[in-house]
């Protein structure tokens, strides 16, 4: 069977086009193409013109997407993306991690990262890191953002998921604290403990996670600073429920007590995610490869 027909102008227009639809503006596409606004413009205009179809609304300040060219443009980015991962993977393949890697995380998981990155920095001396440590969900292709690490459940998107780990709510106090009381049995006897709360990015206490249902709690503290919550329960405060990675030394050297472990509940799972052109590139394969080191888990690829 003979291939297609391909048009030797098949992309004639098209990274312009896309250009625009990202920055919403002819001026701010032209600079980042390093071409005139009026060349920019004329090419999506002829871009139009070729297609039968408007892209592009122009009757205000802000240039905006029409339909057909919402459409038009989740194709298109798909393609420059793909282009822009294969020339990575080319470039990749022949050279070593090397340069900026910009990475987001939460900052709940900023102990368990942190202070392992110089393991991955004797391994690659010419990577330098770049974290910004942030609950906000950060728009990757638009922030110039390599690799983001999300816990809790991913929304459907094209960025390119890698699972990490499974996590798992534990309750946890300090082994004085529960000397002064008897510790809970079931997740009603909270409501005669101290419950040391976390404020969520929505601005309420979270309520308490248990296998089969939800709990709420009441207490003297409420913080929106996981490592602060921990270290209030370590001093005897009360009670608290975080995310089992947050408190595995404590609960080793004995510092903190699990209690109520028959009705733990599973928690968020933690994924890397990064743009199809960007995980090829050698700097956040490497990158990937030390999560899984430092999360003690071989990454497969996520269901999303």
Known sequence: MAPPQIRPDL????????????????????????????????????????????????????????????????HCRQAVQDVLGAREAMAGARREPQGPLTVTLPFILAPLVVPRLARLGAQHPRLAFHLHLTDRIARLADENVDVAIRVGELAPSSLVARHLRAT??????????????????????????NCLRFLAPNGRPRDWTFAGAAQRVDGNLVIDHGESLVAAARAGMGICQVLDFMVGGALRDGALVEVLADFAAAGPAIHAVATPARVRSANVRAFLRFLGEVLGRAMVPSAE
């Open 168 to 193: 798992r709510w534990v309750t946890v106090a300090s082994p004085g604290y529960l000397a002064l009381r008897p510790p809970p049995e079931r997740p009603d006897d909270l409501a005669t403990h």
């Open 11 to 74: 992309f004639a227009g098209v990274l312009p086009f896309v250009r625009t639809a990202d920055e919403r503006s002819f001026g701010r596409a032209a600079a980042s193409l390093g071409i005139t606004t009026a060349a920019v413009s004329k090419a999506v205009r002829k871009l139009e013109d070729d297609l039968g179809a408007r892209l592009l609304d122009r009757s205000s300040r802000v240039v905006r997407l029409t339909r057909e060219g919402e459409l038009f443009y989740q």
